[in-house]
DNA sequence: CAATAATCGAGACGGTACGTCACGTCTTCTT
DNA sequence: AAGAAGACGTGACGTACCGTCTCGATTATTG
């Protein structure tokens, strides 16, 4: 019977892995730099991650994520104005960064995609649902609006404005995109 | 005084870069392959660009993109409905590879945010502009909807669904998506 | 702790080095080419050497340095002779070239000065000493005379002129520099 | 009706040179650093110099170089001892370092050979010549001393000994040297 | 006194080699 | 067996110079 795996040099590595990507970002996570750092041989990393974007993936999803509060005041339209404002004060904080880190995991191990749905978006997603229902519950949603849909509209825009012109993700705006989704942009 | 730059090794350069973008896409545009390719020197390409990153950006906004035409039906709900429709195969195509080089080029390099802003962005918000104006003057749009906001509602969803989970950016989501955005989530 | 030098390696390095010194001097002995040559990485030269000069000092000392052989007559006059006779004919093949190099790795790295005195020169004196302690037991030199003055008296004239003027350095020439190291310049 | 060479560039080209090749010595001497320092374009230089060694020879031979004195104190004996104490004091000083680079420069360019012959080592052995014809026509010399041999058998030693163990050319060791050349080896 | 033609400065160009870094694989000894 | 340590071949990095080549600006004759 063989020895089981280390878990004082798993934690090590992750931790190790977790420190340089929140200090320096994921083009500056490499094995050597972690095995330094955890003190762990490189072939025990490559043993038991394939490639360095699994390595930060799992780093990312095992760090304690700090999840946006979904504040519940009786009025989805309240509720969902709050939660963005708060998504997008995180995204100028900690959360952004790491967004950056799992859009990187991605792009580089496409296999990557299914782990993220699985995990980091599911739970998003799953953040949100509560609120969806409150809201269609007390028909102050319309019966046919898809959860997956309106998701997309309410994180859709705010991850795009984070990724191309961060500057731009003011209170104001995230208001407005609140108060355009819920009327939609038709005449009334 | 001295020899001006040129234009001939500038050219080659750049297709060198926009082969290996559309061949094997972001990583493997190594600087040395790009002036293997273009039969220059690795010292000529560090003179002009500081890094392949903006070599990636020049090379990309330097080739012809194919803009995403937007319909004139008469019907602003159906013109945006039916451009999202060509986005989103076009997604699957090469624009969605354009777009991930795009978001890799702004990650290695902060500076290129602008750069991509003032052209990339700027031109996909400004193809949607008349339609938008179309719509407001024909009384099809309400008049206190942001340009800026209307965009992001339509592109942000996409591009997320893109990113994270592109085998579900069905012409039905995208049907679901326009018509979400349209009549908003309100009940009537 | 870790996997021990390849010897493999290093010997395949360092016949490489000799095989471009031998080829082509020292000034064609570039990292580079001992790599491909040896089919080495760059980075196991560099972390035994710590630069081409050190590389091509051990490549010259350990290769077999074909000893000038110090004949013994049993005239100590005729011994010296003799052997600056094959000494200056060796000069002119491939012992020449070496002591090129030698003097190059020295003027690159002075740390050398020290290796190549406790090696190449130490031998050298090394192999003249027995002739002259005959010499000096057979009462054929004064008693007063220095060993390391007579090496220089001998070696230093032949080298100077291989190094200023080799074509100048003929069988005459050296049977009148020992003709005149032996019976002084003072009138008798 | 050309416009002739400029004298001013041709200056500051051998000045930069000589600064040079003084500071930092032979290996630092580039084309390029040469330009920068002289205010001149790199194509001046090789329009005048075929390579770096005939730059440094020029620049070497065109500095005004100290020649070693040579006393007459009516004995040739200590005409030759205190020459050779005032040749390896100035080897000491700049001397030896402008050796070095008339050796580094030979060895790149083998033509120099010729001109060094022609130039510094004519200029020394000269230099040597009237003292040795003072000790001659004064039968302080045995007349069958060829003035060639002498001169490398003074300069010779020294010249071996300041290559290869610069630390051990003593004031002792020049005066041991001069005592053997003078009364040679045999026993008397 | 222009006209003119080689020279000059500046530095861009295609290259070669530099010395460094990280890759992913491997071998060794230690636990 | 698993793990740390790190040597290995590989390949890209960004830099320094090489020697060649345009450029426009600068002169010292010569028509």
């Known amino acids: 019977m063989p020895r089981p795996r280390s878990q004082a040099s798993r934690t090590a590595i992750l ?10 970002g994921f083009p500056a996570l490499t094995i050597e730099g972690v095995a330094a750092r955890a003190k ?6 490559y043993r ?4 360095r974007a699994s390595l930060a993936a799992d780093a990312l999803l095992s760090a304690t994520f700090q999840p946006i509060p979904v504040p519940d005041t009786g009025s989805a339209r309240e509720d969902f104005r709050r939660h963005m404002q708060l998504l997008s004060a995180a995204m100028r904080r900690d959360f952004g960064q790491q967004l950056l880190v ?3 995991c991605t792009q580089e ?4 995609t299914v782990a993220f749905r699985n995990s980091l978006w599911k739970s998003l997603r799953l953040a949100l649902a509560p609120a969806i ?5 007390a028909r102050q949603i319309r019966p046919n609006v898809y959860a997956e849909v309106l998701f997309d509209l309410l994180y859709g825009p705010v991850i795009l404005r984070f990724l191309t012109a961060p500057e731009t993700l003011t209170p104001d705006y995230v208001d407005a ?4 989704v819920m009327t939609g942009i038709l005449p009334a």
């Open 15 to 24: 931790a190790a892995a977790q420190a340089l990507l929140s200090e320096k």
């Open 40 to 45: 762990a041989g490189k072939a025990t990393i």
């Open 48 to 51: 038991w991650w394939p490639d």
């Open 102 to 104: 799992a859009l990187a």
């Open 109 to 112: 191990n496409r296999d990557l």
């Open 133 to 137: 229902h409150r809201g269609a519950a």
């Open 177 to 180: 995109l609140c108060e355009t």
